[in-house]
């Protein structure tokens, strides 16, 4: 059975940090690229980060890019968000999910198909990050 479980949310002040970590399960994690999304409330679903597999390559959303880091450790089928100089607007419920294709296919089309749900076949339960003074 295939396991996404996120952690490391929670209530952080604007300009804090959270790292979020997604230890996954029943599959071949090193084979496939991996990705995080967001969902803030009453709003569609946003593609946040994504990484190749093995972690050669990395892509982020113009939203977060220079603020967050997408990382993953293979030996502890890992996959991790660093988030800095973290924003109000930044408040959503994180998930990371293993997108369907290779991660080459997203990056000749500027990665806009992640932003769609049915691009994902594994999701976690999600964490929630609320940025807030």
């Known amino acids: 059975e295939v396991q996404l479980v996120e952690s490391g949310g929670g209530l952080v002040q604007p300009g804090g940090s959270l790292r979020l970590s997604c230890a996954a399960s029943?599959?071949?994690?090193?084979?496939?690229?991996m990705s995080w999304v967001r969902q803030a409330p009453g709003k569609g679903l946003e593609w946040v980060s994504a990484?190749?597999?093995?972690?050669?390559?990395?892509s982020y959303a113009d939203s977060v890019k220079g603020r967050f880091t997408i990382s993953r450790d293979d030996a502890k089928n890992t996959l991790y968000l660093q988030m800095n100089s973290l924003k109000p607007e930044d408040t959503a419920v994180y998930y990371c999910?293993?997108?369907?294709?290779?991660?080459?296919?997203?990056?000749?089309?500027?990665?806009?198909?992640?932003?769609?749900?049915?691009?994902?076949?594994?999701w976690g339960q999600g964490t929630q990050v609320t940025v807030s003074s």
């Open positions: 999910a293993s997108p369907i294709r290779h991660y080459s296919y997203y990056a000749v089309r500027g990665y806009a198909p992640l932003g769609r749900r049915d691009e994902y076949d594994y």
């Open positions: 029943g599959f071949t994690f090193s084979s496939y690229a």
């Open positions: 990484i190749k597999s093995g972690g050669g390559s990395t």
